[in-house]
């Protein structure tokens, strides 16, 4: 799963992939050359997984993995350049980074700050993007289908006018309903306003609170889209610090939290996933699927030959294990399921695979 983070220039789209991968890139107000784009694959902090370690001290703890890339600051209007978009199609998730800090010595890319303002323009373009992929894709198939009918081109040609006609009122991909097959016949388009979107709004250090209450910047009930706040200068200050310096500095700023903890709360929800873990002979080990998925689905994602050979899943929730201390215990108490392939993972599952 990777998240990519883009915006307008300057808008502390690096000091946040810092914040999220505790990368320490420099930050400067004016640029030097484009350095960007940056990547890190990261573990998901998980504190769930850190308790169940703690049962098996000698077993090594593998984390699942997310990654991030913090792209170059694009200029108005240019998100639909085939060389930005390359880098948004791959994404998983979108991460817009929003300037609503004041900093003479930072330039912004208008005269002004008006975070709700730079929020639209940015979805008018992803919107945009879109609109110009989804009509170049029309005149050609139009052109095809006049040549020789098909029955398939015809399906793709129906969903495309029925995307078209909503971008055109500048509704997002994301909120429409679509139907599994459909949504099969465009995946390979990779629609900007198809993907979960989260505004990250960079906050003035003397405006802290606004941490706790983004909505007040911008209001959005946009489907599989959030606003979330932090501010880059004060977090990458606070992240210097360790142990009880960072939790007395974070009390003092009110804050109640990091913004990876918040980030991928959020982003873990709109991508609608979930996290089971498994304990191996060796290593404890956190996976991150889809939610609904069954539980050959899950085999699946260990390895194809457990999915082939499934026999049936041993589950038992986390926090249940934890408190009983041990497989052998659990099972004792009769406290682990026996389930099937059809079995529909839940999130804080721990599961082991029987198979042949
Ligand atoms: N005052 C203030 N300055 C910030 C904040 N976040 C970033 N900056 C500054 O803005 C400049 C650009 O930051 P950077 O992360 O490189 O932005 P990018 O161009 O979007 O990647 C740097 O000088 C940062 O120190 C903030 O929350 N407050
Ligand atoms: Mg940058």
């Given at each position: 799963m990777n998240f990519t983070l883009f915006g307008y220039?300057?808008?502390?789209k690096t000091t946040l992939f810092n914040l999220l991968t505790g990368a320490k890139i420099q930050v400067k107000?004016?640029?030097?050359g484009k350095k960007e784009p940056h990547a890190r694959t990261c573990p998901v902090p998980d504190q769930r997984m850190d308790e169940l370690s703690k049962l098996y001290p000698e077993k090594d703890k593998i984390p699942a993995q997310i990654d991030y890339i913090d792209l170059a600051g694009v200029s108005?209007?240019?998100?639909?350049?085939e060389s930005y978009l390359d880098y948004l199609r791959k994404a998983d998730g979108l991460t817009h980074v929003v300037r609503n800090f004041q900093n003479i010595q930072v330039p912004h890319h208008k005269d002004q700050i008006n975070t709700p303002e730079d929020i639209q323009s940015i979805e008018q373009e992803i919107i945009l993007a879109d609109l110009i992929s989804v009509e170049s894709r029309l005149d050609k198939l139009d052109k095809e289908l006049q040549k020789a009918r098909s029955s398939e081109g015809e399906k793709e040609k129906e969903i495309l006018e029925k995307i078209k006609s909503s971008l055109e009122q500048a509704?997002?991909?994301?909120?429409l309903t679509l139907k599994p097959a459909e949504e099969k016949l465009i995946?390979?388009?990779?629609?900007?306003?198809q993907k979960p979107l989260i505004h990250m709004v960079n906050v003035d250090e003397t405006e802290i609170s606004l941490i706790e209450t983004p909505e007040k910047i911008f209001a959005s009930d946009e489907k599989k889209t959030s606003i979330l706040a932090f501010c880059g200068k004060i977090e990458s200050e606070i992240l210097e610090l360790e142990g009880e310096d960072r939790k007395e500095f974070m009390e003092e700023y009110g804050l109640k939290e990091l913004s990876i903890s918040r980030f991928l709360r959020a982003s873990y929800q709109l991508m609608d996933v979930i996290t089971f873990f498994t304990i191996g002979k060796e290593e404890v080990k956190s996976w991150t699927i889809q939610r609904n998925s069954t539980a050959l689905q899950a085999a699946g994602k260990i390895h194809s030959d457990i999915e082939k050979g499934f026999i049936r899943a041993e589950v038992i929730p986390w926090d249940v294990l934890l408190e009983l201390g041990s497989f052998q215990e659990a099972r004792k108490c009769g406290s682990i399921r026996l389930e099937g392939k059809d079995y529909l993972v839940q999130d804080g599952d721990v599961v082991y695979f029987r198979f042949s």
């Open positions: 220039p300057k808008t502390g107000s004016y640029d030097q108005y209007g240019e998100i639909k350049n509704v997002p991909i994301r909120s995946r390979n388009f990779a629609f900007l306003s």
